[in-house]
């Protein structure tokens, strides 16, 4: 008894992406709805979130009297710091979605140096992050 074999024809299968850059890295974002298998973090981000925490530290206990003095001792741009600085106003379950790389595909450094609310719930309108 022989048994036919009939070979598939070619099937091919179209998912629409973008590459997009990310913390100097290329990143494909996949189509709304679709999932990632795992979470990416972005250490730029996570780098500044670090440097506004510790900034904000150094002011609250005194090492410096001003941003202007902060500024100057750490060698960057006072618009530089407060712009970064502002991004401990951000808030708490904010922070640990970009901590955990969940903050989604469009908040990068450049979002969050931008002007954003000062409302946590108006925040996470803002930047697209549920609760």
Do not use: C
């Amino acid at each position: 008894m022989n048994k036919v074999v009939t070979i598939p024809e070619t099937l091919s299968i179209h998912i629409p992406f973008q590459i997009t850059k990310r913390g100097g890295r290329k990143e494909m974002v996949l189509p709304a709805g679709a999932q990632l298998q795992r979470p990416r973090t972005d250490n730029t981000v996570v780098k500044a979130l670090a440097r506004a925490f510790r900034w904000k530290r150094l002011l609250e206990t005194g090492a410096y009297t001003s941003v202007s003095d902060l500024a100057e001792k750490e060698k960057i741009g006072l618009s530089y710091l407060t712009r970064v600085l502002r991004m401990t106003l951000l808030a708490p379950d904010i922070v640990d979605a970009i901590l955990n790389g969940r903050q989604g595909d469009g908040i990068d450094l450049a979002i969050l140096a931008a002007p954003f609310p000062n409302e946590w719930d108006a925040q996470r309108r803002h930047f697209g992050i549920d609760a």
